[in-house]
C-alpha cells in the first residue's frame, strides 16, 4: 500500500471537494478560488467528516504508480484554495533589476533587451528589495501549485546562475557551488 496514498487529507471548513463518476475530474472550491483536476478511473475517491479518501480496488501496477500522485494532486489543490502557494527567486548581480509592469514583470537582465515575463492567470507577481544581502526578491503566488513553479522555472531560466561569480536567478535559498577562476600563472 502507497504509505502516500492511504494517507486522508483533511478538508478544511468552506472547502468542498466533489468529483464528476462519469469523468472522475476532481473539483474543490475554497476561498482563494477553484481548481479542477482529472485522477486516473482506476481510484474512487471517498468523502466523510471532513476528510478525503482515494482508494485503489486492485493491485494493478498502474493503480498503484497512480496512488501516491493523486492523492498529492488533490491535496495540493486543497492547500492552494485555502493557503495558496508561492516560490521566491533571488535576483543576483550588479545592474540586474525587476519592475513591475502592471500585472507582467519586466527584467533587465544585462540583455540588450528587457524580458517581459506575462503574468497568466491565476498567477500574481510582487517585487521586494532584501535590505540584508541587497539583492531584489520575486514572489510568485498562486493557487495551483504547478502553474506558480512552472512559471518560477520560466524567470529562473532567462538567467540562471553562472557558476563562477553567483550572478543571476535563483531560487530562495538555492546553493550555487562557485568554480575556482582561471589563476595567474606563477612567475619563476
Known amino acids: ?3 502516500i496514498g492511504k494517507a486522508p487529507i ?6 468542498t471537494v466533489s ?22 478511473r482506476l481510484l474512487t475517491l471517498k468523502q ?18 497512480q496512488h501516491g500522485l493523486a492523492r498529492t494532486l488533490v491535496n495540493n489543490m486543497v492547500e492552494g484554495v485555502t493557503k495558496g ?12 533589476r525587476v519592475t ?4 507582467n514583470l519586466l527584467l533587465n537582465m544585462g540583455y540588450s533587451h528587457p524580458v517581459r515575463i506575462e503574468a497568466p492567470e491565476g498567477i500574481e507577481f510582487v517585487v521586494k528589495a532584501d535590505e540584508k544581502t ?21 524567470i529562473r531560466k532567462v ?4 557558476p563562477y561569480k553567483g550572478k543571476g536567478i535563483r531560487y530562495h535559498g538555492e546553493v550555487v557551488k562557485l568554480k575556482a577562476g582561471k589563476r595567474a600563472a606563477a612567475k619563476k
Not at 466523510?48 to 504508480?65: C, F, H, I, T, W
Not at 513591475?100 to 500585472?103: P, S
Open 85 to 96: 502557494h508561492s516560490k521566491t527567486l533571488d535576483i543576483l548581480g550588479v545592474g540586474y
Open 1 to 3: 500500500m502507497s504509505r
Open 48 to 65: 466523510d467528516d471532513g476528510k478525503v479518501e482515494l482508494a485503489r480496488p486492485n493491485n494493478l501496477r498502474e493503480a498503484r504508480s
Open 134 to 154: 541587497r539583492t531584489q526578491q520575486v514572489l510568485v503566488n498562486g493557487i495551483d501549485k504547478a502553474a506558480v513553479g512552472q512559471i518560477a522555472a520560466d
Open 10 to 15: 483533511t478538508v478544511p471548513s468552506g472547502v
Open 100 to 103: 513591475l509592469e502592471g500585472k
Open 159 to 162: 538567467r540562471k546562475p553562472e
Open 19 to 40: 468529483v464528476d463518476e462519469a469523468t472522475n475530474v476532481v473539483t474543490v472550491k475554497g476561498p482563494k478560488g477553484e481548481l479542477t483536476q482529472p485522477i486516473s
